[in-house]
């Protein structure tokens, strides 16, 4: 499934255009090579092999990142991604600074709140 205003936004896409995702005008048709051009023109790594390299693959790991961070049950997640095991969808969740940040201000949060009753 896809949200409503990405739908209506694809919509108004292929309406304007006659296709949904382009690059420099033209239709896509190897995402890969999209993303690989993309990364090039923004002088951002791209592939496996390179230092920080940016994949196609790296768009599950900030889905499934995201979800989380939306509060999503970790089951609905699993269930949209496909992933039918824990380990599989914990390999896709990636903790990054912000979300130990965030851990440190509840824990806080809780020893303040404890220590006042």
Same mark, same amino acid.
């Given at each position: 499934?896809?949200? +409503?205003? @990405?739908?209506?936004?694809?919509?108004?896409?292929?309406?304007?255009? #006659?296709?949904?995702?382009? =690059?420099? #005008?033209?239709?896509?048709?190897? !995402?890969?090579?999209?993303?690989? $051009?993309?990364?090039? &023109?923004?002088?951002?790594?791209?592939?496996? $092999?390179?230092?920080?390299?940016?994949? =196609?693959?790296?768009?599950?790991?900030? =889905?499934?990142?995201?979800?989380?961070?939306?509060?999503? &049950?970790?089951?609905?997640?699993?269930? !949209?991604?496909?992933?039918?095991? %824990? +380990?599989?969808?914990?390999?896709? &969740?990636?903790?990054?600074?912000? &979300?130990?940040?965030?851990? !440190?201000?509840?824990? %806080? $949060?809780? @020893?303040?709140?404890?220590?006042?009753?």
């Amino acid at each position: 499934p896809i949200g +409503e205003e @990405l739908y209506k936004m694809l919509l108004e896409q292929r309406k304007a255009e #006659g296709f949904v995702i382009q =690059f420099k #005008g033209k239709p896509i048709k190897d !995402i890969r090579t999209a993303i690989r $051009n993309a990364c090039e &023109d923004a002088h951002i790594p791209y592939g496996r $092999n390179a230092r920080n390299g940016v994949t =196609f693959h790296d768009l599950r790991h900030t =889905f499934n990142t995201m979800m989380r961070k939306a509060g999503v &049950d970790r089951t609905v997640t699993m269930t !949209i991604t496909g992933h039918s095991t %824990e +380990e599989m969808n914990r390999h896709y &969740d990636t903790v990054d600074t912000e &979300d130990m940040r965030l851990a !440190i201000r509840q824990y %806080e $949060n809780m @020893l303040q709140n404890r220590s006042v009753h």
